[in-house]
């Protein structure tokens, strides 16, 4: 969570989606402090804890009628895993992931 003057301002969460895969879940922003890099903070952060806490990979969903999360997500790197040129209505949710660090050899 995000606070500012002790008002919650932007947040969101992560899962265990499986062994090496979190999940990121309710990333949001308060409508008055939009445009302002809050969500990449959220995005930032929890991916750093994701991380810290052993996971490789990150994976969400968006809907179709979500368009400025499914921007978000690509400015922050992650790789769309649906057909990007289909009407949005027709792909059902939008998944993406990204690699948040390598795997360790031997």
Known sequence: MLTEDGRTVAGGAFFRRDEETAELKRIWTHQGHRRRGLGVAVVRELEREAARQGY?????TTGPRQPEAAGLYLATGYTPLYDQDAD????????????IREARTG
């Not at 490789?56 to 969400?60: D, G, K, M, S, V």
């Not at 949005?88 to 690699?99: A, D, Q, R, S, W």
């Open 88 to 99: 949005p209505e027709t792909v059902g949710p939008h998944p993406f992931e990204k690699t």
């Open 56 to 60: 490789r990979r990150i994976h969400l």
